[in-house]
């Protein structure tokens, strides 16, 4: 657990970079830091590994005070993550990862050994061990900046703005990858961003700052997007967010209606009778999508249903079933419906085997029913 | 001036050749090992400072455009040394290569990205360390193409010190012009050049060895 009590920074000329911040980081979760450029997010950060210290109030790493601890010695035990990797031009692939084993007195076999353990946790093949980071792309290179803080495993790992200067598909992978590594390793990570989706989507609980360096608000991503504190959270989160926050109501339990199927290869005029306001969802073998036809269409097929022509179908949303499944949540629930050409979306189970359909107004009827529950707050 | 077939006589002055050369390396390498040994620290502390930085470069400056020989006899005057004394050349080459490397060194650590020295501190790496495994080494590409101009321009003063009455090479020199033997003179002065140029070379390629980082660009991506 970090505890900031009280914690001011004002640089020698005057800046106030943190404003007596009260905000406790919970062990095994994700924290993200996020508000717009100089609010404070990097000199936060900064002052839990003690590479800049608070002008007044304390910090505490699990109940110590951590003014207390020898800097070097402190930071060994605090993975750090930086915006452009800060990776060691001089050292390989391998030789940067091992750096903070060797720094706390492994032997180099060992630390290296452990850097190749690392280096394929983070999804880098073995073949780039012995590369420098000058031939590494930027997201490999930010692979590295990230093996290189778990190497020595530490229990807390700070991240300032890792994925930033990376292309957006790039940067979908990685903080996908992120989340995998998080649910093995249970670490208490720090990450700061200036990119509010991006807190949304990785946070388990999000801090926004304002400029000034002061916490503007400290809640869950959910109740960020449901509950804005003021006018500068709500701004700060910007257009979209009631549709965003769908996202964060499992679609658990909500009614999936019939949905025509056909199955791929049938004859049209037997398709034709099962078309239901003129669509129906040509299936495979196990029951799988393959995507929609129309009456229009099978007019244009002479002998069988042809899965060359078919309209490709919307989104696919995903049910709890008998055959497993997680329920998806109704953003992907009214996506599936507004996004298939019949107006109704996909339900399917853990299989992908279609097992009905949905539709935009079933989903609004189950938000309303949410809403009036309270399990959305107004 | 006569210059006769060489053989001859290089066969007879052999030994006293040999000794000249070794000399002659003596002379030139020893005040730049010592002055790079110097710079080091100097180029740290103006990099760091600004102060420093601010005594230091514009001081290089000016010591490297005072005439050798100037320096090379007022230094006798300042060290209290006797006119024939070594010293009297090894100090003013000292002078130079610090002259010449604290901007160099100082530029070079200043030229690491900020990004890595804040990676490295993150890290926890204490800061003598960190200066010697991690900015140091960054360093080293500039710092030689330094000390390359540094050994070059060392080799050629040492044989204006035969004017002082030091031996080496030049002291061949010297000794042509008063003997008329032509021989001698060229031979002093081809072993200077070419001995000048091996080094050189070989700085070229140890440099390359310990840094074949900076060979890895963008281009080899395999
Ligand atoms: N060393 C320093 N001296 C003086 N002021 C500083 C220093 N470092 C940061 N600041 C100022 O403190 C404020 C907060 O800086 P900080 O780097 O923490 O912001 P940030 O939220 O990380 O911004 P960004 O998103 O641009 O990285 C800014 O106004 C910045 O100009
Ligand atoms: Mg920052």
Redo the contacts with the bound molecule.
Sequence with gaps: MIEFQAVT?R????????DSLDLTVEDGRITV?V????????????MINRM?DPTSGTILLNGKDIRESDPPLLRRGIGYVI?HAGLFPHRTVLDNVATVPLLSGVDKRTARSRAAELMELVGLPSTMAKRYPAQLSGGQQQRVGVARALAADPPVLLM??PFSAVDPIVRDDLQQQLLRLQSELDKTIVF?T?DIDEAIKLGDRVAV?R?G?RLAQYDSPSALLAKPADDFVSSFVGRDRGYRALGFLTATGIPVGEVATVRAGDAPERAREALVDGWAVVVDEQNRPLGWVSADLLSTMDKSVDTEALVSGGSLFEVDSSAGGTAGSLRNALDAALSSPAAVGIAVDGTGAVVGGVTADTVLSALADARSSGEVPG | MNIDWPWPWLERNLDDIAEATGQHLYLALLPVLVGLVISVPLGWAASRWRLARGILVPLAGVLYTIPSLALITLVPLALGTKIIDPLNVQVPLAIYTIALLVRSVSDALRAVPGDVIAAATAIGYRPVRQFLSVELPLAVPVIIAGLRVAVVSAMSLTAVGALVGIGGLGQLITEGFLRNNGVELVVAIVLIVVIALLIDALLLLAGRVITPWTRAGRGVKA
Excluded: M, N, W
């Design positions: 920074k640089y020698p000329d005057g800046t106030v970079a943190v830091f508000g717009p450029s100089g609010c404070g997010k990097t000199t936060s950060l900064r800049i915006q300032d703005e700061v200036h700052f400029v360096g």
